[in-house]
């Protein structure tokens, strides 16, 4: 039933099989395990970019385009959420239709991005998102009546899903049961049922075809697969799932802005992720998102304790000193692409897969 | 026929994106004459040349040229240095600069046009009229029939030890193709050894010296022109044609 | 390069009335090559069609003024670009790093020289400035080879790879630049006599921006000069066109592109230097800012030729200073929409370098 659940698409390595548990596991029970709202905020930016890299994998990995225009997307799905509940008020109604229409905006917008990347080179397309996100972005901080400008939106959620209410009269295992607690666990199954469907979308047939695309488009064009349909929707698909990941952020954290969204910052961030967790495995977005939000979040306090020790070397203290974290991810991120092209969660497959190889060797030696 | 062959291949695998192309190629091209290399479509005539001048590493087998092994080691730029000219099927001709740019550029020796050996650019001339009469034109307005006597002219705009010629011939109209021919010929005088692709057996008699044919990534056939030239029966089985049907 | 500068001779030195075999129609003249002005006159229909939209004619010459300014330092910092992609097929992501060193140096060297850009001397301060632009290109120029070295080298051929390892370059390059001369924004105040405008006829024009342009212009002949008089701006030339038969016709393009790679970068960083001077303050992000239009300009002229990022960039340039003026929010958007234009009428750049 886990097989059919996962798509048939197993980790198929015992260590990444734990690591995901222990992600999975660990993100159900922040609440109770690691309380206090910095982990919780923490738990929920990890869940919100699993669904974000996730869907970015969809784009790059699977399919093979280079879209820097990912953000925009993500922006458009919390602006969506922001909007509605400032201007409908917090109602579930409002975020329904906020929820729609933010849907619908990038349905259209990423069709016709979608449709131009195929009349264009793989190189300009990847430069034309560039700009596109670019001007998205100042369009949004400078469009204040609507989107609130630089300072953005923060608005309040539906009574049930409020701090202030609360559903229990004692906290639970060091947690409150209260309107909060409802909202990280929304989020969580939303996110759990995109990322599985996601795992369903990318083992179907269409899922196999958007590979033998990035592979081989000619081939697959002479075969008969219609390349422009299966990118187009696949670049749909991409940005609707980036939409939706956007609308759970924006529940979560109760505002929107530029900077909260559509900065480029982000954009580098999904970026590290699918490479460095592994691009073309649906996995590599939950691995690569612990590891980068934790590491943008806890990374600096560990450095700070290293800086100590470099306090007195001029260039070394600085780029030691924590805020510089962005220096060594980056580094990081250059290294894998150059050894680790599949990234952490290629990396621990392929080991298995040697290490199944090797047993399998040696069982067929001593049966003779 | 005791002088050394000039270029010499033995046992030379290619393989392309995962394809084997060339199956184990002997060749032997002697020095000072015209060698013919002759096949149907995807015998794999182009891949050799190309092998030969570096541009897809062969996997298998040595290229030897003058004594000298070309090995891994051989970039394109190296080989064409040791004298080796190539004339690719599609030309290679610079459309965006003039005639004038596009010989300057062949002529490794001048760095610029008042250095050009003006002897031997009125030779040139005399062979390719049209390259003076649209010296300062860009490249890409010239004709089919012009651009392949530019690309033979850029091959010969210095003395070169070799030269690898694929296809000329190919969909020119047979007045150029006469053209060519006779400019070719002027090019054997000067004792020049080439390798020459084609398709086009008329143009094959009237210049080769040797003869190879290769089907399906080998050296199905050597030996002199002549001999070919004058065994229908031959040319039927290896070529598939006759030579009144194919002119 | 260190022949001789001689005048490369355009006609053949041979006498052209020389009886030469068969060729009976060689009493016309010979036909001359056409340079396809087209895309030029687009600049002129800009500026033509922004006037009455302007509305007075002496802030419609202040603007075009600034606007040619503004696409002239684009064009510079972008014409390393577009040359290392045509020549190479090199995606460089990381080239805003070479930009922002170059603004950074500049900043550096005005804090070094205050002395000559505080006193009111013409002589002094362009001294300053000289120095701090020269310092500018042999710094980012420098990088430049290392870059090339280290992170393109490995990934030749591999489109991906390139635009992901070049980005991640350029991250570590801009926290490196952080942890050098601080995350915070520095002020890059014009030196004391360069201050202010001058009044020419009806039209204000900065001091410093005209020195800007003056660099520029001189950059801009020095280029052209480089690519269509010289051997080597030849083998450019050609090799962006057709690589493969160029090193069939004996040339190390490499060894040629590493040199194009590393001019390609201190001309960046001397766009660098001029857009700090010109915007006054440098944040580590300047890289950034730029090289959103430098992708705008060289897609909008074509990749890999010189003539379509010029005049993309002076495009760009007058877009952004007109619909500064008329819309300012959607500036980004009319450069955008602009490219948008060029390419539904030539999908491939405004000047296609052909055979690519």
Partial sequence: MLRRLLSHDLPRSRVLTVVLIGIVLGLALTPFIFPGTRALN???????????????????????????????????????????????????????????????????????????????????????????????????????????????????????????????????LGASIDGRLLTYYLVFIAALVLVLALLRIVNSPFGRVLQAIRENDFRAEAIGYRIVVYRTIASVASALFATLAGVLLALWLRYNGPETTLSFEIMLDVLLIVVIGGMGTVYGAVVGSALLVLAQNYLQDVMKLGAGAFENVPLLSRIVSPERWLFWLGLLFVLSVYWFPNGVVGRLRQRAAAWRAAVADRASVKAR | MTTPPLLTLAGVHTHIAGYHILHGVDLAVPAGQVTMLLGRNGAGKTTTLRTVMGLWAASAGSVTFDGTRIDATFGTPDIARLGIAYVPENMGVFADLTVSENMLLAARGARTFDRLDTARLEW????????????????????GGQKQMLAIARAMVEPRRLLLIDEPSKGLAPAIVQNLVEALRELKRTETTVLLVEQNFQVAKALGDHVAVMDDGRVVHRGPMREMADDEALQQRLLGLSLAAHS | MSEAVSEVVSEPAIATASASSGDATATHAIPRTRFDALPLLLVAVLALAAWPLVGSSSTWLTLTAAGLAMGMIVFIAASGLTLVFGLMDVLNFGHSLFIALGAYVTASVFAALATWTSMPSIALNLGAIGV????????????????????????????????????????????????????????????????????????????????????????????????????????IRAGVQDREMVESLGYRIRRLFVGVFAAGSALAGLGGSLWGMNQQIVVPQIGAQVNVLIFIVIIMGGLGSTVGCLVGALLVGLMTNYVGFLAPKLTMFSSIGLMVAVLLWRPRGLYPVTSR
């Fill in chain 1, 42 to 172: 923490v738990a929920a930016k990890v869940i919100v970019f699993i669904v974000l890299a996730a869907s970015f994998d969809l784009l790059l990995g699977y399919t093979g385009i280079v879209s820097f225009a990912h953000t925009m997307f993500f922006g458009i799905g919390a602006y969506g959420i922001a909007i509605a509940a400032t201007r409908l008020g917090p109602t579930w109604p409002a975020l329904a239709i906020g929820t729609a229409a933010a849907l619908a905006t990038s349905l259209v917008l990423s069709l016709l991005i979608g449709l131009f990347s195929l009349r264009v080179r793989a190189i300009f397309f990847a430069m034309i998102t560039l700009a596109v996100a670019s001007a998205f972005l100042t369009f949004a901080s400078q469009l204040s009546d609507v989107t609130g400008g630089e300072d953005g939106l923060t608005f309040q959620l539906p009574e049930a899903l409020r701090s202030g209410t609360q559903y229990a009269a004692e906290p639970f």
């Fill in chain 3, 132 to 235: 701090a632009v020269l310092a500018s290109m042999a710094l980012a120029g420098a990088v430049g080879l290392g870059f090339e070295r280290v992170i393109v080298r490995p990934v030749y051929g591999q489109h991906l790879k390139q635009i992901l390892v070049t980005l991640g370059g350029a991250i570590v390059g801009e926290e490196l630049i952080k942890a050098v001369w601080g995350p915070q924004q520095i002020a890059l105040p014009p030196p004391e006599a360069l201050r202010g405008s001058v009044l020419i006829g009806e039209v204000v024009v900065d001091k410093l921006r005209l020195v800007s342009v003056a660099i520029g212009v001189v950059v801009l002949v020095a280029l052209v000069w480089t690519l269509n008089r010289t051997k080597i701006g030849l083998l």
């Fill in chain 2, 124 to 143: 040139l001339f005399g062979l390719f009229p049209a390259l003076k009469k649209f010296w300062l034109y860009p490249a890409g307005k010239l004709s």
